[in-house]
Every structure is written in C-alpha cells, then in structure tokens.
C-alpha cells in the first residue's frame, strides 16, 4: 500500500532532499520474447539542473582534444557532437571554469570508446578474444598507475586511448590528492573489471540472474570514478572517519545502482528491439524477466519486470537518502559530496534521456513528464513492499 515518502523517510533524510521529482519515464510500447507491454514508470530524483553557463566553450575544448589525443578523427566530429557529453555532469560544477570543466567531458568520452570498442572487439571474437581484452585492460591500468611505456597491441582505439589515459591521468592529478587518485585508479580498474565481466557474460547467451546483474552494474557503468573525478573537481575530499562510518559503502553502493539502473530502463528499448546481442543479456529489465520466466509467475512479465526495476530503482534512491542523512547527522561535513552525488545522478538520467545513443529507436524520442515536490507531497511505497 503506497504512504506517502514522508511517513517512509526520516527528517534528516527530508532535509537532504527538501524538494524533489518524480520523472514518468515513457518509452512507448516494446516486445521482449513474446511479450508486449507500455513501458512507463516514475523515478524519484533530484529536480532539473541549470547548465553550465560555458557549455558551449567546454564542448569547443572537448571536441579539439578528443581529436588531438587520437579518440575521434575530424570526419566524424558530428557524431561526437550528437553524444553532448559538454552536458553530463559539467552542470554539476556549474563555477568552475571551462578549462577545469572540460576535464569531465573528455573522460566521458574516453569511457564511452572504452565500452563500445570492447563491446564490438568481442562481439566478432567471442571467447578468442578475452585474453587479447585482458592484456589490453592491465596496459589501461598500467597507464593510470604512472606507465608512460606499455606494449604496442593490435586491438581497436588502443593508441588513441592509452593517449588519452595519459593526458586524463595528468589532468587529474593537478586537481586531486594522492589519496583522491587512488581511489580514482581504483575505480576505474573496477569498472575495466566490469566490462570485462559483462562482455564475457553476455557472450555465452545464458540469463543473467537479478543478483549477477545488479553487482556487475555497480563497476561496469563507470559511476564510482566519476564521483571521485567530480568531487575532486570541486575541491571535496572525504576524511578518513567519514569513509570508516559503516553506511559510506551503502551510500556509495546506493549511487551506483542508480546510474546503472536508470541506465537500463532507458536503453532498453533500443537495445531488444534492435536485437543487440548484448541488450538481451546484459539489462536489468530482462534479469528481472529471466527471474519471473524461473518463477513461472503469471501475467505479462515484461509490464511485471518493467515496474519492478522502477521500484528498484526508488528503493535504492530511499536508502540513499537515509544512509546519506545518517552519516551527515553525524558529520555534517558529508552534506555536500551526498548532495554532488544526488545531483550527478540527476544529470546521468538527463543526458541519457536526450542523446540518440539511446532515443533514436523510438519515433517520437523519449517522453516525459516532471513533477516538482516537496518530500510531503510525494507518494512511494516503503521499501520492501510489493513490487508485482
């Protein structure tokens, strides 16, 4: 029974959150494997960002040095352009200045060639090319770790790329600490481990289940690194007692649950309908489906699996706000990575909504409708209930 998220959230989450959305998400009809259903839901968010006032200044810098570093050729400068990375996450530093700025956009993009190369890479080779895929991961590390020199290897974007991971780990080491690099490094081993998974996973065609899916989603989106980048950008560093409160993992587990499943509903039109041999496999909406096909559940899973990843993602949302408030409650200090973290999220789901990457399969886009609350206004059932 839906109460309403005040009586569900504590007032120290309510003063994290004092206004909020909640975003109905409307990608029309879909079929999945016999199943037709209207994929429409609402996810609880932080409202609309403004831009940064220098975009267009941060996408000049970002196009010039995508081709400098060797990640984009000039012919193909449009379809750089078409994935609008000037707009993800630069809104969250709105004050900082566009040569700081552009540092986001450009690791946008190399995380982007990353994924999609190894998705391709492996998609011809199969099995025959995960070692090649391994060695060429460890040499991405190697990069970040300090290597100036690693092995010359045959594989798509690997020049440019390992270019890029040079000029990126410079970049970020002038605005971050050791420590914030570590756990940068960190991060972004996590998620070439991700890739990595999901590719091999997906290649053996077999359903993933809820609990595979939802782990390797919390490294293979690139989330946790992200966070780190942009915190350092704007000058936030977590101190040692609030990263030993026992709720800082689950906060952080919280985030990067949202960006992957928020990723998940939105591509998954595309990705079924244009029979991507990933996009079968590699989504939470067809875990949640796998599960409901073992469960022998009644009814139209795919209208089932579809609510349920929406309520997934407005749990995973509610134990943000509250684990957030109950660190902040004892450090005040965590309010403002907590309130970066919210906002990035916010930003994650806008630029996914917008680009073609995931939109140009539907005629009409996308559709959406916002709604502007106060946490008293809104209705979400608690977490735990029912969800079928």
Not at 274 to 282: E, S
């Amino acid at each position: 029974m839906a109460e309403t998220l005040a009586a569900a959230v504590d007032s120290q989450s309510r003063d994290c959150l004092p206004t909020c959305s909640m975003v109905e998400i409307d990608l029309g009809s879909a079929n999945f494997l016999d199943y037709q259903s209207d994929l429409k839901g609402q996810v609880l968010c932080l409202p609309k960002l403004a831009p940064h006032a220098k975009e267009e200044e941060i996408q000049a810098r970002h196009e010039q040095w995508a081709m400098d570093v060797g990640l984009w050729r000039r012919e193909n400068l449009a379809s750089l352009e078409a994935l609008q990375f000037s707009t993800l996450w630069t809104d969250c530093v709105p004050e900082c200045k566009p040569e700081v700025a552009a540092l986001i956009p450009d690791y946008c993009v190399m995380i982007t060639i990353v994924d999609d190369t190894a998705e391709r890479f492996f998609g011809q080779r199969r099995v025959a090319g995960f070692d090649l895929l391994q060695k060429v991961f460890a040499n991405y590390r190697a990069v970040l770790e300090g290597s100036d020199d690693v092995p010359e290897i045959d594989y798509p974007q690997y020049r440019g790329t390992c270019a890029a991971l040079v000029d990126l780990r410079e970049r970020t080491r002038a605005v971050t600490t050791p420590t914030q690099y570590e756990q940068f490094v960190s991060g972004m081993c996590g998620y070439f481990r991700g890739v990595l998974q999901q590719v091999y996973l997906s290649s053996k065609r077999l359903p993933l289940s809820r609990e595979t899916q939802i782990s390797n989603r919390e490294i293979n989106v690139g989330f946790r690194p992200t966070v780190v980048l942009v915190a350092s950008v704007l000058g936030i560093e977590l101190s040692p007692r609030v990263q030993a409160h026992p709720l800082f993992d689950r906060v952080l587990r919280a985030i990067d649950r949202l960006g992957g499943v928020i990723n998940d509903i939105i591509s998954f039109k595309k990705e079924v309908e244009a029979n991507a041999w990933m996009g079968q496999y590699h989504n939470l909406i067809a875990a949640e489906f796998n599960e409901l096909v073992r469960e022998n559940s009644p009814g139209n899973r795919l209208e089932i699996a579809f609510r349920r990843v929406f309520q997934f993602h407005n749990n995973e949302m509610y134990d943000f706000l509250r684990c957030g408030a109950l660190i902040i409650e004892d450090h005040p200090e965590f309010r403002e990575f907590h309130e970066l973290c919210t906002s990035m999220h916010r930003s994650w789901m806008d630029w996914c909504l917008t680009v073609d990457r995931y939109s140009d399969s539907i005629p009409d886009g996308i559709k959406t409708n916002e709604v502007v609350h106060s946490l008293e206004g809104m209705h979400l059932p608690r977490p735990g209930s029912a969800t079928t």
